[in-house]
C-alpha cells in the first residue's frame, strides 16, 4: 500500500469524514445565520450553530451515539436520584458545621465528588469507546477489592481525625 492510501484508511478509521462532515455543517449553518443576521448576537449564532452541527453528526452516527447517550442519561439520572436522597437525609438530620449547611462548609469537597461522578459516568456509559480509547474491564472481585480498600481508607480517616485510637 502507498503512504497516501495508508493515511487515508487511518484518517476514516479515526472518524475524519464525521469531522469534516461537522465543520461543514457548523460553517454552513454559522454562514447562513451570519447573512441573514438572526440573532444579533455572535455567541447565540455560534451556540446554534455548534448545536446543529452536533445534531447532525449524531444522526450520521446514530448507532454508538445512540447507545452512548442513552447509558449517560440512565447512569446520571439513577446518580442523581441516589444524590437527591443523600441530601435529604443530611437536611433531615440537620447536619451542620459550625452552623452552616455541610455543603456550604466544604464546597470543594462536594465539587470534587460531584467531578468525579461525572468522570465515571462518561466512562460508565461508554465513552472511552467514542474517544476510539479502550474500555477498561472492571470485574467483580476488583469492584470488591476497590470497595474494601475505599472503606478501609475511611476508616483510617475516621480514626485520625478524632485524635487517634484512645
Given at each position: 500500500m502507498s503512504g497516501l492510501e495508508t493515511l487515508i484508511i487511518s484518517l476514516r478509521e479515526a472518524g475524519f469524514p464525521l469531522v469534516l462532515l461537522w465543520l461543514l455543517t457548523l460553517s454552513i449553518v454559522y454562514g447562513i445565520l451570519s447573512h441573514v443576521e438572526l440573532p444579533r448576537s455572535l455567541p447565540a449564532r455560534g451556540v446554534i450553530a455548534i448545536t446543529s452541527a452536533f445534531l447532525v453528526l449524531f444522526a450520521?452516527?446514530?448507532g454508538p451515539a445512540t447507545v452512548f447517550i442513552s447509558n449517560l442519561l440512565t447512569a446520571?439520572?439513577?446518580?442523581?436520584?441516589?444524590?437527591?436522597?443523600?441530601?435529604?437525609?443530611?437536611e433531615m438530620t440537620g447536619t451542620k458545621v459550625k452552623d452552616a449547611h455541610l455543603f456550604a462548609a466544604h464546597p470543594?469537597?462536594?465539587?470534587?465528588?460531584?467531578?468525579?461522578?461525572?468522570?465515571?459516568?462518561?466512562?460508565?456509559?461508554?465513552g472511552?469507546?467514542?474517544?476510539?480509547?479502550?474500555?477498561m474491564t472492571i470485574t467483580e472481585p476488583l469492584l470488591a477489592v476497590?470497595?474494601?480498600?475505599?472503606?478501609?481508607?475511611?476508616?483510617?480517616?475516621?480514626?485520625?481525625k478524632e485524635g487517634g485510637t484512645s
Open positions: 450520521a452516527a446514530s446520571s439520572i439513577m446518580i442523581a436520584f441516589g444524590l437527591m436522597i443523600a441530601v435529604i437525609f443530611l470543594k469537597f462536594f465539587g470534587a465528588v460531584i467531578f468525579i461522578l461525572v468522570i465515571l459516568i462518561f466512562v460508565g456509559a461508554g472511552l469507546g467514542l474517544l476510539n480509547i479502550p474500555s476497590l470497595f474494601f480498600v475505599a472503606v478501609m481508607a475511611v476508616g483510617v480517616w475516621a480514626i485520625t
